[in-house]
């Protein structure tokens, strides 16, 4: 009777906390005057109108393989830096170690708002305004700290006694990560990976600012349709289901791997 | 520790250099120009008034009366919402750490919000649930009879830490709900049969185990939170008056709102020696209880 | 630099090499996205089909493109050919010749048809700098169902006080009605668009001569008092959220008795399609106090080319079609003259459809054309502009005296305290910009 009581309280709760998503997808059905209706509408004659009218105003698809491009690619190269230097702390961890690993956590606690101006300015210089390149290089610099962190406690988990053997048979350090430790720690590299993704898909202040047409991912789509002339919950509602849906789908897919792997060195 | 890397005998710096200097670079860069605007006049409206400021920046920034309350509302906003989501993450995930029908699917819609652009939760929570007219909330309210809440009029700092702990409850969930599956099940069981109920399992045994994972829950929460700032912009805009304003949001009004990147850069240098100070008390002491 | 060089004359030998017409380009156009921009943005393809030219739209909300495109002016990114504009800024930006000169339009597009005042709004030491979009004023609307029933009636001129009794006795919070909606979200376009037109006709002003912050004076307790005071007792909850659109939506949805608010509303809310109140909206001009000057706004969305821009023929080609009377005929032809981009030009309000579409137009032209932005109020002033002062500094004052108003608006402090406390950071930011010694 108690765990019945228990599955049910649960159940609840999820139902509850994923509530204002399934209440914003419901409103983007609705036409404009039914979504902002008081009392609000549970039941009402669907309608695809607010999807046509944002596919026959915006190109979705250039957004949408944005978001993708530059989350893919930032991801990738964060990854690939993070890795030696991630190794590098966990096996072989010098009197420094502790200090270099706080001092990139503090990096990502500026506040990015304050150095815009700057940055602005580098880019404009560089020719990188509205450029993927310039997205990818803000989001590698600015979730390399978490990247290594995150790395750094799976590496450190993994058994020592396995990398010194290799070392030992004569592997080169770049055989040892590739053959030996990589295979280990896959789970906790896909992991890490997948937050990036989502981090970097979800950032809305650089790629606001930084990009205009070529370079422009989801969340500038999103800044189309947030305060416009009119009614606009339910288009709005619309748009932000756009957005959202590949990275909730993918995250959906890939949600046992992110679990397996977002520790962060809290389960010995 | 020393000894462990004389013994492994290979060179750490070339793998830790790319990681190192692209940071350095990315910190020192913006810093160096940070600080060489704070000392300047200069208006990216007015161009026409350049010139060295000396400390004129700082002292009208120090002067501002507002500039205090606004770190402890800085402050409030990343204690608050640490609050919610360890308190409530704790409980979900001893909730959701035995086995029971669909428990997969039920906590999948628990991580379910961590997915969301912040843009977009802040843009549904304001207008389809916290509208006072319109909003799902306000025909709760009135359905119960009860009045109706006025959501960013009446509690603004509340609501914005709502939105936020919302969007933030599934990390801490997650982290929490690893580290309890981690748990001897004997463990439990054992306590079970000498009687205990599951609220005395809780405290008893699952919050004393979720030590670590607190703590890293705290950190990178911290470091994530301190710059809190779409949600505030897409909600109140900082207000009414100060009272959602946080350090971010006040630096992106000197920069983005007046164009005053001398005074918007003074502003940076202040947050920059407080995620310092954050970094060195908070972090510190946390990271020492992880053993790095 | 040289990297995206290539890429474009790679792009444009693609496009030769593709026999389009040989003077083709490509423009980047930012804009926001109230709702007449959006028929421009589904009427382009017209004119990309006329010229062979293609357009990047990027449209974003009205605050995410103002801080877009100054930064992108002020640091001369050049990433935009075209950008969307107010009258606030188009003086202030020509002055630092960061805009093109438009002087030289064809005689075809007949720049004297643009109502004077809209063209001098725009220009700056004797050159055209934007060419204007639309343009609107402020002005009353109402329930004509809710004063009939009430037994009421709206003066042509409505009298603050008389606009307090309407509220008071049409107030009926049990059915969701509210006397008065007004807005209250704090930034220097929003809520401060409309509290300046209330303390102009409080008596009140920004500056003096000498640009001494004139916010702890009577007159603006004055207005404060009278709009705190009118929104506790008959606004709806939440005001301190509401800027035009959330108001807007109100209205539409029947909550409001009444709202001051711009004239272009009137296309939205006599629009069955977005509105419930379509045949029940009524308008008239924006309530005085004590003096007539200033009392209701001036403003107009303009297209203008930075300096920076690559493309500027190709942009100018676009700017002319975009606002000529073809264009004007056009969006009447297509959506409906209800919604023609209103208040620019003279042959808009010569046009008997229109005339007959829009009930409201003759209203809208005498509010634009009264609307005097050299004498916004009763005091000489240092400043132009009515809803705004126009000097770079002040989105940041605006916004920061909006947000210590909307404090006030919800009770968080006083009135008092709130225009002392505005008083001060305004005189704070003066000195700071160098207009106070």
Known sequence: MKARLATLL??????????????????????????????????????????????????????????????????????????????????????????????????????????????????????????????????????????????????????????EASRIDGASVGETILLVLLPLVLPGIASTALLLIILCWNEAFWSLNLTAHNAAPLTAFIASFSAPQGLFWARLSAASLLAIAPILVFGWLSQRQLVRGLTFGAVK | MARASSRAGIATAPLLAPAVLLLLLWMIVPLAMTLWFSFQRYNLLNPAVRGFAGFNNYRFLLRDPTLVPILVTTVVLVLAVLALTIGLGTV??????????????????????????????????????????????AA????????????????????????????WLPFAFLIFLTALQSLDEEQIEAAR????????????????????????????????????????????????GIATTNLPFLIYQRALLAFNVGGASAAGVIAIVLANVMAALLVRTIARRLDV | ?????????????????????????????????????????????????????????????????????????????????????????????????????????????????????????????????????????????????????????????????????????????????????????????????????????????????????QLDTPAWHAAISFYVDLMRRDGPPGANSNGFNENLALFSTGHCAMWIDATVAAGLLYDKS??????????????????????????????AIPSTSKNVAAAKSFLAWSTSKDYVALVGKTFGWTVVPPGTRASTYANPEYLKAAPFAEFVKQAILTADL????????????????????????????????????????????????????????????????
């Not at chain 3, 709702?35 to 943005?41: A, E």
């Not at chain 3, 909206?281 to 000057?293: L, M, Q, S, Y």
């Not at chain 3, 909307?406 to 950071?425: F, I, N, R």
Request: aromatic share 12%; charged share 15%.
């Open chain 1, 10 to 163: 649960a159940w609840v709760i999820a139902l509850l906390n994923v509530f204002p998503l399934v209440w914003m997808a419901l409103a983007s059905f609705k036409t404009e005057v039914d979504a902002i209706h008081t009392p609000p509408l549970l039941f009402f004659h669907p309608t695809l109108e607010n999807y046509q009218a944002i596919f026959a105003l915006q190109d979705y698809t250039g957004y949408a393989l944005n978001s993708v491009a530059i989350s893919l690619g930032a991801t990738l190269i964060t990854v690939l830096i993070a890795i030696p230097a991630a190794f590098a702390m966990a096996f072989y961890p010098g009197p420094r170690t502790r200090d270099i690993l706080l001092w990139m956590l503090s990096t990502k606690m500026l506040p990015a708002v304050g150095v815009l101006v700057p940055i602005y300015l580098l880019c404009r210089d560089a020719g990188l305004l509205d450029t993927r390149t310039a997205l990818i290089i803000v989001y590698v610099l600015s979730n390399l700290p978490i990247a290594v962190w995150m790395l750094f406690t799976f590496f450190r988990e993994t058994p020592r006694d396995i990398i």
């Open chain 2, 92 to 137: 979900f995930a001893a909730l959701f750490a035995r086995e029971f029908r669909g428990r997969n699917i039920a906590r999948l819609l628990m991580v379910t919000p961590f997915f969301v652009m912040p843009t977009v939760s802040a843009l549904v929570w304001k207008n389809l649930f916290m509208h006072p007219v319109n909003g799902f909330f």
């Open chain 2, 140 to 167: 709760i309210s009135r359905g119960l009879g009860l009045p109706v809440i006025d959501w960013f009029g009446a509690i603004p700092l509340l609501s914005v830490i709502l939105i936020v702990a919302w969007e």
């Open chain 2, 193 to 240: 049969l000498d009687g205990a109920g599951p609220i005395a399992i809780f405290f008893f045994i699952q919050l004393p185990h979720l030590g670590r994972a607190i703590s890293v829950v705290v950190m990178m929460e911290t470091i994530f939170l301190l710059g809190i700032f779409a949600e505030i912009y897409v909600t109140t805009a900082g207000g009414p």
């Open chain 3, 1 to 213: 630099m040289t990297f995206r060089r290539l890429l474009g004359l790679c792009a444009s030998l693609t496009a030769f090499a593709m026999a389009s017409p040989a003077w083709s380009a490509t423009i980047t156009i930012a804009t926001v996205n109230n709702s007449d921009m959006i028929r421009m943005q589904q009427l382009s393809k017209e004119w990309e089909k006329e010229t062979g030219n293609k357009i990047n739209w990027v449209v974003l909300e009205e605050n995410v493109l103002r801080q877009r495109v100054t930064t992108d002016i002020t640091t001369k990114g050049g990433q935009f050919d075209i950008l969307t504009i107010g009258s606030y800024e188009t003086p202030i930006w020509g002055k630092q010749n960061w805009l093109v000169p438009l002087d030289d339009l064809p005689p075809s597009y007949d720049v004297k048809d643009i109502f004077p005042s809209v063209r001098q709004a725009l220009s700056a030491n004797g050159h055209l700098y934007a060419v204007p979009f639309y343009a609107e004023s402020s002005f009353t609307f109402y329930r004509k169902d809710l004063f009939d029933k009430a037994g009421l009636k709206m003066p042509a001129q409505p009298k603050y006080e008389e606009v307090k009794t309407f509220a008071d006795r049409l107030t009926d919070r049990a059915h969701e009605q509210y006397g008065i909606c007004l807005r209250g979200k704090p930034g220097w376009g929003e809520n401060m668009a409309y509290l300046t037109t209330l303390v102009n006709t409080f008596g009140g002003r920004w500056f003096d001569e000498h640009w001494n912050p």
């Open chain 3, 274 to 303: 977005q509105s419930q109140v379509a045949d029940k909206v009524a308008f008239t001009a924006a309530p005085i106090a004590k003096v007539p000057n200033g009392s209701h706004w001036f403003w107009a969305w303009a297209l």
């Open chain 3, 374 to 437: 050299e004498h916004p109020t009763a005091e000489k002033v240092p400043y132009t502009g009515i809803q705004y002062v126009a000097i770079p500094e002040f989105q940041a004052i605006g916004t920061q005296v909006g947000q210590l108003m909307a404090g006030a608006l919800t009770g968080q402090m006083s009135v008092d305290e709130a225009l002392k406390q505005a008083q001060a950071s305004v005189k704070a930011t003066m000195e700071q910009a160098g207009y106070i010694q």
